[in-house]
Protein backbone atom coordinates (compact mmCIF):
# COMPACT_ATOMS: atom_id res chain seq x y z
CA UNK A 1 0.00 0.00 0.00
CA UNK A 2 1.17 3.44 -0.81
CA UNK A 3 2.10 6.11 2.21
CA UNK A 4 -1.15 8.12 0.65
CA UNK A 5 -2.95 5.18 0.78
CA UNK A 6 -2.10 4.02 4.07
CA UNK A 7 -3.00 8.40 5.26
CA UNK A 8 -6.46 7.49 3.71
CA UNK A 9 -6.96 4.37 5.53
CA UNK A 10 -6.39 5.92 8.24
CA UNK A 11 -8.67 9.00 8.05
CA UNK A 12 -11.49 6.48 7.09
CA UNK A 13 -10.78 4.44 10.25
CA UNK A 14 -10.91 7.31 12.78
CA UNK A 15 -14.32 8.42 11.09
CA UNK A 16 -15.83 4.94 11.58
CA UNK A 17 -14.58 4.91 15.11
CA UNK A 18 -17.08 8.51 15.44
CA UNK A 19 -20.32 8.25 16.52
CA UNK A 20 -22.94 9.57 13.86
CA UNK A 21 -23.62 12.57 16.53
CA UNK A 22 -20.10 13.11 16.64
CA UNK A 23 -19.42 12.54 12.97
CA UNK A 24 -22.26 14.76 12.60
CA UNK A 25 -20.76 17.42 15.29
CA UNK A 26 -17.67 17.55 13.49
CA UNK A 27 -18.96 18.09 9.59
CA UNK A 28 -21.51 20.85 10.77
CA UNK A 29 -19.06 22.58 12.94
CA UNK A 30 -16.86 22.05 9.67
CA UNK A 31 -19.26 23.75 7.22
CA UNK A 32 -19.84 26.32 10.03
CA UNK A 33 -16.33 27.95 10.22
CA UNK A 34 -16.25 27.43 6.00
CA UNK A 35 -19.24 30.25 5.98
CA UNK A 36 -18.94 32.55 9.37
CA UNK A 37 -15.49 32.95 9.60
CA UNK A 38 -15.76 36.37 7.56
CA UNK A 39 -18.27 37.68 9.85
CA UNK A 40 -14.98 38.71 11.99
CA UNK A 41 -13.93 40.60 8.93
CA UNK A 42 -16.89 43.15 8.97
CA UNK A 43 -19.02 45.58 10.65
CA UNK A 44 -21.93 44.12 9.10
CA UNK A 45 -22.17 41.57 6.46
CA UNK A 46 -22.79 42.97 3.44
CA UNK A 47 -26.17 41.47 2.27
CA UNK A 48 -27.99 43.47 0.20
CA UNK A 49 -31.58 43.65 2.21
CA UNK A 50 -30.41 43.65 6.07
CA UNK A 51 -29.75 47.15 6.36
CA UNK A 52 -33.61 47.90 5.49
CA UNK A 53 -34.45 45.23 8.08
CA UNK A 54 -32.22 47.29 10.93
CA UNK A 55 -33.23 50.28 9.61
CA UNK A 56 -37.02 48.75 10.11
CA UNK A 57 -36.54 48.09 13.40
CA UNK A 58 -35.01 51.36 14.52
CA UNK A 59 -37.89 53.04 12.66
CA UNK A 60 -40.49 50.43 14.69
CA UNK A 61 -38.11 51.27 17.92
CA UNK A 62 -38.94 55.27 17.77
CA UNK A 63 -42.39 55.77 16.59
CA UNK A 64 -41.81 59.70 17.99
CA UNK A 65 -39.37 60.34 15.48
CA UNK A 66 -41.60 58.40 12.74
CA UNK A 67 -45.01 59.54 12.95
CA UNK A 68 -45.26 58.38 9.16
CA UNK A 69 -45.28 54.39 10.08
CA UNK A 70 -47.05 52.33 12.07
CA UNK A 71 -45.44 49.45 13.90
CA UNK A 72 -47.41 45.69 12.36
CA UNK A 73 -46.22 43.80 15.82
CA UNK A 74 -44.31 40.85 16.31
CA UNK A 75 -46.63 37.81 16.22
CA UNK A 76 -46.54 37.47 12.40
CA UNK A 77 -44.98 35.45 9.65
CA UNK A 78 -41.07 36.21 8.14
CA UNK A 79 -40.18 37.89 11.81
CA UNK A 80 -37.71 36.27 13.23
CA UNK A 81 -34.98 38.64 12.29
CA UNK A 82 -37.63 41.32 13.71
CA UNK A 83 -38.05 39.63 17.12
CA UNK A 84 -34.67 39.28 17.65
CA UNK A 85 -33.26 42.90 16.67
CA UNK A 86 -36.57 44.06 19.14
CA UNK A 87 -34.45 42.47 21.97
CA UNK A 88 -31.73 45.05 21.92
CA UNK A 89 -30.89 48.33 22.45
CA UNK A 90 -29.85 51.14 19.44
CA UNK A 91 -27.07 51.02 20.02
CA UNK A 92 -26.70 46.90 19.44
CA UNK A 93 -28.66 46.94 16.88
CA UNK A 94 -25.97 45.91 14.32
CA UNK A 95 -24.09 43.34 16.18
CA UNK A 96 -27.24 41.65 16.93
CA UNK A 97 -28.08 41.47 13.43
CA UNK A 98 -24.40 39.84 13.34
CA UNK A 99 -25.20 37.53 15.49
CA UNK A 100 -28.44 36.50 13.70
CA UNK A 101 -26.75 35.85 10.52
CA UNK A 102 -24.44 33.34 12.60
CA UNK A 103 -27.20 31.84 14.26
CA UNK A 104 -29.07 30.99 10.60
CA UNK A 105 -25.69 29.82 9.47
CA UNK A 106 -25.57 27.74 12.24
CA UNK A 107 -28.85 26.54 11.66
CA UNK A 108 -27.83 25.47 8.32
CA UNK A 109 -24.42 23.80 9.09
CA UNK A 110 -25.60 21.67 11.42
CA UNK A 111 -29.48 21.11 10.31
CA UNK A 112 -28.95 20.08 6.82
CA UNK A 113 -26.38 17.22 7.29
CA UNK A 114 -28.56 16.56 10.20
CA UNK A 115 -31.74 15.94 7.85
CA UNK A 116 -29.96 13.97 5.43
CA UNK A 117 -28.33 11.78 8.38
CA UNK A 118 -31.67 11.23 9.82
CA UNK A 119 -33.47 10.18 6.52
CA UNK A 120 -30.43 8.25 4.35
CA UNK A 121 -28.04 7.61 7.12
CA UNK A 122 -24.35 8.23 7.75
CA UNK A 123 -22.28 7.50 4.78
CA UNK A 124 -24.86 9.56 2.82
CA UNK A 125 -24.71 12.47 5.23
CA UNK A 126 -20.66 12.50 4.37
CA UNK A 127 -20.85 12.63 1.17
CA UNK A 128 -24.23 15.05 0.92
CA UNK A 129 -22.01 17.57 3.15
CA UNK A 130 -19.34 17.62 0.23
CA UNK A 131 -22.78 18.79 -2.02
CA UNK A 132 -24.77 20.63 -0.39
CA UNK A 133 -21.99 23.43 1.44
CA UNK A 134 -23.27 26.27 -0.64
CA UNK A 135 -26.28 26.37 0.68
CA UNK A 136 -25.27 27.05 4.09
CA UNK A 137 -23.96 30.69 3.00
CA UNK A 138 -26.94 30.30 0.29
CA UNK A 139 -27.52 32.88 -1.81
CA UNK A 140 -30.94 33.50 0.30
CA UNK A 141 -28.12 34.97 2.98
CA UNK A 142 -26.09 37.12 0.59
CA UNK A 143 -29.61 38.85 -0.50
CA UNK A 144 -30.26 39.75 3.12
CA UNK A 145 -33.10 37.27 2.89
CA UNK A 146 -32.22 36.35 6.07
CA UNK A 147 -35.65 35.03 7.95
CA UNK A 148 -35.97 32.54 4.89
CA UNK A 149 -32.38 31.21 5.26
CA UNK A 150 -33.20 30.00 8.84
CA UNK A 151 -36.34 28.70 7.72
CA UNK A 152 -35.19 26.32 5.90
CA UNK A 153 -33.83 23.83 8.05
CA UNK A 154 -36.25 24.36 10.54
CA UNK A 155 -38.88 23.13 7.33
CA UNK A 156 -36.87 20.16 7.08
CA UNK A 157 -36.77 19.33 11.12
CA UNK A 158 -39.86 19.68 10.80
CA UNK A 159 -40.21 17.07 7.79
CA UNK A 160 -38.13 14.65 10.13
CA UNK A 161 -40.65 14.65 12.82
CA UNK A 162 -43.58 13.73 10.36
CA UNK A 163 -42.02 10.48 8.96
CA UNK A 164 -41.16 9.74 12.63
CA UNK A 165 -45.21 10.88 13.99
CA UNK A 166 -46.20 8.80 10.52
CA UNK A 167 -44.62 5.71 11.94
CA UNK A 168 -44.87 6.05 16.03
CA UNK A 169 -47.61 8.76 16.29
CA UNK A 170 -47.71 10.24 19.72
CA UNK A 171 -49.20 12.89 21.39
CA UNK A 172 -45.68 14.31 22.18
CA UNK A 173 -44.18 14.18 18.85
CA UNK A 174 -47.32 15.43 17.38
CA UNK A 175 -46.73 18.47 19.80
CA UNK A 176 -43.08 18.65 18.82
CA UNK A 177 -44.54 19.25 15.20
CA UNK A 178 -46.66 22.35 15.95
CA UNK A 179 -44.14 24.10 18.38
CA UNK A 180 -41.37 23.61 15.71
CA UNK A 181 -43.47 24.46 12.69
CA UNK A 182 -44.64 27.76 14.36
CA UNK A 183 -41.30 28.90 14.93
CA UNK A 184 -40.29 27.96 11.31
CA UNK A 185 -43.32 29.78 10.55
CA UNK A 186 -42.33 33.21 12.35
CA UNK A 187 -39.44 32.79 10.20
CA UNK A 188 -40.62 32.12 7.36
CA UNK A 189 -43.86 30.15 6.39
CA UNK A 190 -43.17 29.10 2.33
CA UNK A 191 -40.88 26.50 2.93
CA UNK A 192 -43.36 24.74 5.26
CA UNK A 193 -45.57 24.45 1.93
CA UNK A 194 -42.88 22.78 0.59
CA UNK A 195 -42.61 20.01 3.36
CA UNK A 196 -46.09 19.84 3.51
CA UNK A 197 -46.83 18.98 0.13
CA UNK A 198 -43.62 16.79 0.38
CA UNK A 199 -45.18 14.82 3.40
CA UNK A 200 -48.32 14.24 1.25
CA UNK A 201 -46.85 12.69 -1.61
CA UNK A 202 -45.09 11.00 0.34
CA UNK A 203 -48.38 9.03 2.04
CA UNK A 204 -49.77 9.05 -1.50
CA UNK A 205 -46.88 7.14 -3.39
CA UNK A 206 -46.69 5.19 -0.58
CA UNK A 207 -49.96 4.09 -0.15
CA UNK A 208 -51.12 4.30 3.38
CA UNK A 209 -54.21 3.65 4.79
CA UNK A 210 -56.33 6.71 5.45
CA UNK A 211 -56.42 6.73 8.72
CA UNK A 212 -52.36 7.01 8.80
CA UNK A 213 -52.10 9.64 6.66
CA UNK A 214 -54.71 11.28 8.56
CA UNK A 215 -52.65 10.58 11.98
CA UNK A 216 -49.42 12.33 10.56
CA UNK A 217 -51.16 15.14 8.82
CA UNK A 218 -53.38 16.62 11.69
CA UNK A 219 -50.00 18.13 13.48
CA UNK A 220 -49.91 20.08 10.39
CA UNK A 221 -53.09 21.45 11.04
CA UNK A 222 -52.79 24.56 13.13
CA UNK A 223 -50.07 25.99 10.99
CA UNK A 224 -52.00 25.64 7.72
CA UNK A 225 -54.38 27.47 9.26
CA UNK A 226 -51.70 30.09 10.37
CA UNK A 227 -50.27 30.03 6.56
CA UNK A 228 -53.72 31.20 5.05
CA UNK A 229 -53.98 33.80 7.50
CA UNK A 230 -50.44 34.64 6.34
CA UNK A 231 -51.54 34.92 2.55
CA UNK A 232 -54.60 36.83 3.39
CA UNK A 233 -52.79 39.18 4.93
CA UNK A 234 -50.22 39.85 2.56
CA UNK A 235 -52.68 40.01 -0.57
CA UNK A 236 -55.30 42.73 1.46
CA UNK A 237 -53.25 45.40 0.77
CA UNK A 238 -53.13 48.35 2.66
CA UNK A 239 -55.60 51.41 2.03
CA UNK A 240 -53.57 53.98 -0.11
CA UNK A 241 -51.13 51.11 -1.10
CA UNK A 242 -49.65 51.72 -5.17
CA UNK A 243 -51.55 49.51 -7.18
CA UNK A 244 -47.51 48.53 -8.92
CA UNK A 245 -46.91 47.04 -5.57
CA UNK A 246 -49.19 44.38 -5.89
CA UNK A 247 -49.86 43.23 -9.62
CA UNK A 248 -47.50 41.39 -12.05
CA UNK A 249 -46.00 37.95 -12.69
CA UNK A 250 -43.06 37.00 -14.26
CA UNK A 251 -41.35 33.86 -14.81
CA UNK A 252 -37.80 32.90 -16.03
CA UNK A 253 -37.13 31.22 -19.47
CA UNK A 254 -36.62 27.61 -19.69
CA UNK A 255 -32.79 28.04 -20.97
CA UNK A 256 -32.73 30.49 -17.43
CA UNK A 257 -33.94 27.88 -15.32
CA UNK A 258 -30.78 25.80 -14.91
CA UNK A 259 -28.47 28.88 -14.12
CA UNK A 260 -30.77 29.78 -11.86
CA UNK A 261 -30.59 25.99 -10.20
CA UNK A 262 -26.92 27.12 -9.60
CA UNK A 263 -27.34 30.71 -9.01
CA UNK A 264 -30.44 30.41 -6.02
CA UNK A 265 -28.10 28.16 -4.34
CA UNK A 266 -24.85 30.32 -4.22
CA UNK A 267 -24.01 32.64 -1.60
CA UNK A 268 -21.25 33.65 -3.60
CA UNK A 269 -20.77 37.60 -3.98
CA UNK A 270 -18.70 37.40 -7.29
CA UNK A 271 -16.97 35.37 -10.13
CA UNK A 272 -14.38 34.72 -7.74
CA UNK A 273 -16.70 32.28 -5.41
CA UNK A 274 -18.16 30.97 -8.49
CA UNK A 275 -16.36 27.64 -7.34
CA UNK A 276 -20.37 26.40 -6.20
CA UNK A 277 -21.04 25.63 -9.79
CA UNK A 278 -18.79 22.64 -9.28
CA UNK A 279 -21.37 20.81 -6.77
CA UNK A 280 -23.91 22.16 -8.75
CA UNK A 281 -23.11 20.06 -11.40
CA UNK A 282 -21.89 16.82 -9.79
CA UNK A 283 -24.93 17.05 -7.24
CA UNK A 284 -27.73 16.12 -10.19
CA UNK A 285 -25.54 13.67 -12.16
CA UNK A 286 -24.61 11.32 -9.00
CA UNK A 287 -28.23 11.18 -7.94
CA UNK A 288 -29.30 10.44 -11.56
CA UNK A 289 -27.29 7.58 -11.81
CA UNK A 290 -29.23 6.12 -8.64
CA UNK A 291 -32.64 7.03 -10.04
CA UNK A 292 -33.40 3.25 -10.05
CA UNK A 293 -31.97 2.44 -6.48
CA UNK A 294 -34.09 2.98 -3.34
CA UNK A 295 -34.31 6.12 -1.61
CA UNK A 296 -35.35 7.54 1.22
CA UNK A 297 -37.67 10.07 -0.28
CA UNK A 298 -39.66 8.74 -3.18
CA UNK A 299 -39.24 9.38 -6.89
CA UNK A 300 -42.50 11.43 -6.91
CA UNK A 301 -41.87 13.45 -4.40
CA UNK A 302 -38.32 14.18 -5.68
CA UNK A 303 -40.51 14.82 -9.42
CA UNK A 304 -42.51 17.42 -7.80
CA UNK A 305 -40.42 19.58 -6.00
CA UNK A 306 -38.75 19.80 -9.39
CA UNK A 307 -41.62 20.52 -11.22
CA UNK A 308 -42.37 22.92 -8.39
CA UNK A 309 -39.28 24.92 -9.19
CA UNK A 310 -39.69 24.96 -12.89
CA UNK A 311 -43.50 25.24 -13.25
CA UNK A 312 -43.57 28.65 -10.39
CA UNK A 313 -43.04 32.06 -11.29
CA UNK A 314 -40.39 34.33 -10.33
CA UNK A 315 -42.96 37.02 -9.01
CA UNK A 316 -46.30 36.77 -8.32
CA UNK A 317 -47.93 39.58 -6.56
CA UNK A 318 -45.12 41.33 -5.12
CA UNK A 319 -43.56 38.15 -4.29
CA UNK A 320 -40.09 37.93 -5.54
CA UNK A 321 -37.94 34.98 -5.99
CA UNK A 322 -40.91 32.49 -5.70
CA UNK A 323 -39.85 29.76 -7.84
CA UNK A 324 -36.29 30.36 -6.36
CA UNK A 325 -37.40 29.28 -2.63
CA UNK A 326 -37.46 25.92 -4.39
CA UNK A 327 -33.91 26.05 -4.96
CA UNK A 328 -32.82 24.65 -1.49
CA UNK A 329 -35.28 21.76 -1.57
CA UNK A 330 -34.24 20.65 -4.91
CA UNK A 331 -30.61 19.96 -3.47
CA UNK A 332 -31.55 18.28 -0.71
CA UNK A 333 -33.90 15.82 -2.63
CA UNK A 334 -30.99 15.19 -4.56
CA UNK A 335 -28.94 15.41 -2.18
CA UNK A 336 -30.59 12.23 0.23
CA UNK A 337 -29.99 10.07 -3.45
CA UNK A 338 -25.99 10.54 -3.62
CA UNK A 339 -23.60 7.11 -3.15
CA UNK A 340 -22.47 6.50 0.33
CA UNK A 341 -19.09 6.87 -1.31
CA UNK A 342 -17.36 9.04 -4.23
CA UNK A 343 -14.20 8.72 -6.03
CA UNK A 344 -11.04 10.35 -4.24
CA UNK A 345 -10.80 12.45 -7.29
CA UNK A 346 -14.26 13.73 -6.83
CA UNK A 347 -14.05 14.06 -2.80
CA UNK A 348 -10.51 16.44 -3.39
CA UNK A 349 -12.22 18.70 -6.42
CA UNK A 350 -15.06 18.99 -3.75
CA UNK A 351 -13.11 19.98 -0.81
CA UNK A 352 -11.09 22.21 -3.06
CA UNK A 353 -13.97 24.25 -4.40
CA UNK A 354 -15.78 24.72 -0.62
CA UNK A 355 -11.99 25.82 0.65
CA UNK A 356 -11.50 28.27 -2.56
CA UNK A 357 -14.95 29.73 -2.03
CA UNK A 358 -14.91 30.55 1.71
CA UNK A 359 -11.10 32.29 0.85
CA UNK A 360 -13.00 34.55 -1.85
CA UNK A 361 -15.99 34.93 0.46
CA UNK A 362 -13.96 36.72 3.17
CA UNK A 363 -12.45 38.50 0.20
CA UNK A 364 -15.51 40.03 -0.94
CA UNK A 365 -16.79 40.63 2.41
CA UNK A 366 -13.64 43.11 3.08
CA UNK A 367 -14.71 44.56 -0.52
CA UNK A 368 -18.16 45.25 -0.09
CA UNK A 369 -17.27 46.64 3.21
CA UNK A 370 -15.33 49.27 1.71
CA UNK A 371 -18.21 49.88 -1.01
CA UNK A 372 -20.52 50.21 2.06
CA UNK A 373 -18.05 52.42 3.85
CA UNK A 374 -17.78 54.92 1.01
CA UNK A 375 -21.15 55.12 0.40
CA UNK A 376 -21.86 55.61 3.93
CA UNK A 377 -18.95 58.28 4.57
CA UNK A 378 -21.23 61.46 3.74
CA UNK A 379 -22.81 61.13 7.31
CA UNK A 380 -21.25 64.26 8.86
CA UNK A 381 -22.36 66.36 6.34
CA UNK A 382 -25.90 65.36 6.78
CA UNK A 383 -28.00 66.90 10.08
CA UNK A 384 -30.15 65.30 12.23
CA UNK A 385 -33.64 64.46 11.37
CA UNK A 386 -33.00 65.43 7.95
CA UNK A 387 -35.42 64.38 5.08
CA UNK A 388 -32.87 62.43 2.94
CA UNK A 389 -33.64 60.79 -0.66
CA UNK A 390 -31.26 58.33 -1.08
CA UNK A 391 -30.81 57.95 -5.67
CA UNK A 392 -28.27 55.24 -6.97
CA UNK A 393 -27.62 55.50 -10.18
CA UNK A 394 -25.58 52.06 -9.87
CA UNK A 395 -26.39 48.93 -7.28
CA UNK A 396 -23.11 47.31 -6.76
CA UNK A 397 -19.46 48.00 -7.04
CA UNK A 398 -17.97 45.31 -6.22
CA UNK A 399 -20.78 42.75 -6.07
CA UNK A 400 -22.09 40.94 -9.22
CA UNK A 401 -24.11 38.39 -7.73
CA UNK A 402 -26.29 40.70 -5.39
CA UNK A 403 -26.95 44.55 -5.39
CA UNK A 404 -25.08 44.88 -2.24
CA UNK A 405 -25.51 49.12 -2.03
CA UNK A 406 -29.46 49.20 -2.50
CA UNK A 407 -29.89 49.66 1.15
CA UNK A 408 -26.75 51.10 2.40
CA UNK A 409 -28.69 54.23 3.08
CA UNK A 410 -29.98 52.60 6.37
CA UNK A 411 -26.50 53.46 7.89
CA UNK A 412 -28.28 56.85 7.91
CA UNK A 413 -31.26 56.56 9.76
CA UNK A 414 -29.22 54.77 12.41
CA UNK A 415 -26.66 57.70 12.38
CA UNK A 416 -28.95 61.00 12.17
CA UNK A 417 -32.82 59.58 11.93
CA UNK A 418 -33.16 60.62 8.40
CA UNK A 419 -36.24 59.41 6.74
CA UNK A 420 -36.62 56.19 5.04
CA UNK A 421 -38.52 56.76 1.71
CA UNK A 422 -36.66 52.90 0.85
CA UNK A 423 -37.60 51.04 3.81
CA UNK A 424 -39.90 48.00 3.15
CA UNK A 425 -43.07 49.27 4.18
CA UNK A 426 -45.44 48.86 1.55
CA UNK A 427 -47.03 45.78 2.34
CA UNK A 428 -48.74 45.02 5.93
CA UNK A 429 -46.83 41.58 6.25
CA UNK A 430 -43.75 44.43 6.96
CA UNK A 431 -42.61 45.47 10.44
CA UNK A 432 -44.03 48.72 9.61
CA UNK A 433 -46.39 50.12 7.16
CA UNK A 434 -47.36 54.07 6.10
CA UNK A 435 -49.93 55.37 8.22
CA UNK A 436 -50.73 57.45 5.33
CA UNK A 437 -48.86 56.50 1.71
CA UNK A 438 -46.73 59.29 -0.16
CA UNK A 439 -46.96 59.51 -3.86
CA UNK A 440 -46.27 56.26 -5.49
CA UNK A 441 -43.27 57.90 -7.46
CA UNK A 442 -41.87 58.65 -4.17
CA UNK A 443 -41.69 54.87 -2.49
CA UNK A 444 -40.62 51.49 -3.59
CA UNK A 445 -41.49 49.74 -5.97
CA UNK A 446 -40.76 52.75 -8.28
CA UNK A 447 -38.59 54.86 -6.59
CA UNK A 448 -35.95 52.04 -5.43
CA UNK A 449 -34.81 51.65 -9.36
CA UNK A 450 -35.89 55.03 -11.05
CA UNK A 451 -32.55 56.55 -10.61
CA UNK A 452 -30.53 53.20 -12.18
CA UNK A 453 -33.08 52.84 -14.76
CA UNK A 454 -33.17 56.18 -16.22
CA UNK A 455 -29.86 57.50 -15.26
CA UNK A 456 -29.41 58.74 -18.96
CA UNK A 457 -31.25 59.34 -22.35
CA UNK A 458 -29.90 56.87 -24.24
CA UNK A 459 -30.74 54.39 -21.48
CA UNK A 460 -33.85 54.63 -21.64
CA UNK A 461 -34.11 54.06 -25.27
CA UNK A 462 -32.47 51.02 -24.64
CA UNK A 463 -34.81 49.87 -22.46
CA UNK A 464 -38.23 51.93 -24.29
CA UNK A 465 -40.21 49.78 -27.75
CA UNK A 466 -38.76 50.02 -30.52
CA UNK A 467 -41.66 52.46 -32.26
CA UNK A 468 -40.15 55.04 -29.06
CA UNK A 469 -36.31 54.71 -29.53
CA UNK A 470 -35.16 57.77 -31.28
CA UNK A 471 -32.62 59.28 -29.35
CA UNK A 472 -34.53 62.80 -29.49
CA UNK A 473 -38.32 61.60 -28.37
CA UNK A 474 -36.45 59.78 -25.78
CA UNK A 475 -34.39 62.57 -24.47
CA UNK A 476 -37.82 64.25 -24.40
CA UNK A 477 -39.67 61.88 -22.56
CA UNK A 478 -36.22 60.87 -20.15
CA UNK A 479 -37.01 65.09 -19.57
CA UNK A 480 -40.26 64.87 -18.42
CA UNK A 481 -39.62 61.97 -16.17
CA UNK A 482 -37.10 63.78 -14.35
CA UNK A 483 -39.17 67.29 -14.33
CA UNK A 484 -42.01 65.20 -13.03
CA UNK A 485 -39.94 63.34 -10.21
CA UNK A 486 -38.03 66.17 -8.97
CA UNK A 487 -41.60 68.14 -9.04
CA UNK A 488 -42.69 65.47 -6.44
CA UNK A 489 -39.53 64.87 -4.70
CA UNK A 490 -37.84 68.88 -3.87
CA UNK A 491 -40.79 69.94 -1.74
CA UNK A 492 -40.56 66.96 0.42
CA UNK A 493 -36.61 66.46 1.04
CA UNK A 494 -33.79 68.89 2.09
CA UNK A 495 -31.18 66.57 1.58
CA UNK A 496 -29.93 64.60 -1.58
CA UNK A 497 -27.81 61.49 -1.37
CA UNK A 498 -26.39 60.61 -4.90
CA UNK A 499 -23.76 57.55 -6.23
CA UNK A 500 -22.55 57.31 -9.19
CA UNK A 501 -24.58 60.22 -11.13
CA UNK A 502 -24.07 60.50 -14.43
CA UNK A 503 -23.94 64.34 -15.81
CA UNK A 504 -26.91 64.09 -17.68
CA UNK A 505 -28.86 63.52 -14.46
CA UNK A 506 -26.59 65.95 -12.64
CA UNK A 507 -27.95 68.74 -14.96
CA UNK A 508 -31.64 67.73 -14.02
CA UNK A 509 -30.70 68.38 -10.25
CA UNK A 510 -33.30 71.38 -9.02
CA UNK A 511 -31.38 74.69 -8.75
CA UNK A 512 -32.00 74.72 -4.96
CA UNK A 513 -29.48 71.98 -4.25
CA UNK A 514 -26.04 72.37 -3.57
CA UNK A 515 -23.44 70.26 -2.98
CA UNK A 516 -22.47 70.53 0.24
CA UNK A 517 -20.25 66.87 0.24
CA UNK A 518 -18.43 64.35 -2.12
CA UNK A 519 -15.95 61.82 -2.28
CA UNK A 520 -15.90 59.20 -5.03
CA UNK A 521 -19.15 58.21 -6.06
CA UNK A 522 -20.90 59.84 -3.42
CA UNK A 523 -22.71 63.38 -3.58
CA UNK A 524 -24.67 65.05 -0.63
CA UNK A 525 -27.10 67.40 -1.37
CA UNK A 526 -28.83 70.33 0.54
CA UNK A 527 -31.54 72.49 -0.53
CA UNK A 528 -30.75 76.20 0.30
CA UNK A 529 -28.37 77.88 2.35
CA UNK A 530 -25.28 74.92 1.27
CA UNK A 531 -22.67 76.41 -1.27
CA UNK A 532 -19.37 74.88 -0.13
CA UNK A 533 -18.25 70.87 -0.64
CA UNK A 534 -17.27 69.95 3.11
CA UNK A 535 -14.30 67.62 1.93
CA UNK A 536 -11.22 67.55 0.51
CA UNK A 537 -12.49 66.32 -3.15
CA UNK A 538 -14.20 68.70 -5.57
CA UNK A 539 -17.17 66.96 -6.64
CA UNK A 540 -17.02 65.48 -10.19
CA UNK A 541 -18.52 63.57 -12.64
CA UNK A 542 -18.23 59.94 -11.91
CA UNK A 543 -16.16 58.16 -14.62
CA UNK A 544 -17.86 55.55 -17.06
CA UNK A 545 -18.07 52.39 -16.13
Not at 137 to 161: I, K, R
Not at 277 to 306: S, Y
Not at 477 to 486: A, K
Request: net charge positive.
Amino acid sequence: MTERGEKAGGIDRRLAALSDRALWLAIGAALFVLSAWPLALVELPPFQDLPNHIASAYIARHPEIYPDYVFNGLWKANSALELWLHQFADDHLVAAARAFVAIVIAANAFGLPWFVLQVAGRQTMVTASLLIWPLVHSFFLAMGMCNFALAVPLALGVLVLLGRHRTAPSARRAAAIVALSVVAWLAHPFPLIVVGGVCLIELVARRDRWWRAAVTLVPLAPIALLIAGTALHHLIKAEGAPVAASRGVAFLTPWELPAHYWLDASGAFTRWGATTVIPAIALPILAWRRRREPAPLTGWATVAVIVLYLGLPLMISNWWYLNSRVVPFVWIVLAVRVPPALPRWLVGLLVASALAFSVALGVDYVRLERDRAELGSGVDAVPARATLLPLLFQHRRTSEFTASLTHTWASYVLAKQTSAPLVFAVERSYAITYRRFPPPALIPPALDRFAELHATPAQLCDDAPPAATHLADCTAIWHLLWSQFWAEAEPRFSHVLTWAMPPEARAMMPASYRVVFARGDLAIWARGGGSAVSSTQAPVAPAAR
